[in-house]
T-cell receptor, first 114, second 111 residues
Framework: DAGVTQSPTHLIKTRGQHVTLRCSPISGHKSVSWYQQVLGQGPQFIFQYYEKEERGRGNFPDRFSARQFPNYSSELNVNALLLGDSALYLC?????????????FGNGTRLTVT | GESVGLHLPTLSVQEGDNSIINCAYSNSASDYFIWYKQESGKGPQFIIDIRSNMDKRQGQRVTVLLNKTVKHLSLQIAATQPGDSAVYFCAENPTGNQFYFGTGTSLTVIP
């Protein structure tokens, strides 16, 4: 079975541009979460979506937005990119939005902002 | 915010020895914990989870121990192999929407 797939794998943008990252969850998983991982640190929560509705949002500015589609895939959008947005963006899916539903991660999109 | 920390940022073990990776968490209300393994260039990989109503759970070559009294979590890897070399994260979920991750422990297995 396919795991969580993310595209693109790598991306280089310049400051001020916007970016769209895509994620397809594991088949049957209805919840998608996005995390940002800065080099040398653990992942930090950005969003959780379940059944196309936002269920949680981390401490990120409004430049970050996301959505979930009827097929449960998801997009993360970041506007007005800053150098500090350079990071590995991870998508994770889970069966439910419950606290004890384990996250299964994709391999991420490496975003570099120059 | 939540604080999930690891006692040792790096750990080196001989192949065949047992490894123990420790983690401290701060929220006594946290009810669910996961250990992840992250290899270079990959996303975190689920290893094992445990709920707060348990103090021990075993998987294949791995054991997770939970001590709620001192808010401590550990991951034991038996007969460590070179393929176990990676960064290990503990994660806690106190709210249902998000997991809080520690900064990770880098495990190096010496052949």
């Amino acid at each position: 079975d396919a795991g969580v797939t993310q595209s693109p794998t790598h991306l280089i943008k310049t400051r001020g541009q916007h970016v769209t990252l895509r994620c397809s969850p594991i088949s049957g998983h209805k919840s998608v979460s996005w995390y940002q991982q800065v080099l040398g640190q653990g992942p930090q929560f950005i969003f959780q979506y379940y059944e196309k509705e936002e269920r949680g949002r981390g401490n990120f500015p409004d430049r970050f937005s996301a959505r979930q589609f009827p097929n449960y895939s998801s997009e993360l959008n970041v506007n007005a990119l800053l150098l500090g947005d350079s990071a590995l963006y991870l998508c994770a899916s889970s069966l439910r939005a419950a606290y004890n539903s384990p996250l299964h991660f994709g391999n991420g999109t490496r975003l570099t902002v120059t | 915010g939540e604080s999930v920390g690891l006692h040792l940022p790096t750990l080196s073990v001989q192949e065949g020895d047992n490894s123990i990776i420790n983690c401290a968490y701060s929220n006594s209300a946290s009810d669910y914990f996961i250990w992840y393994k992250q290899e270079s260039g990959k996303g975190p990989q689920f290893i094992i989870d445990i709920r707060s109503n348990m103090d021990k759970r075993q998987g294949q070559r791995v054991t997770v121990l939970l001590n709620k009294t001192v808010k401590h979590l550990s991951l034991q890897i038996a007969a460590t192999q070179p393929g176990d070399s990676a960064v290990y994260f503990c994660a806690e979920n106190p709210t249902g929407n998000q997991f809080y991750f520690g900064t990770g422990t880098s495990l190096t297995v010496i052949p």
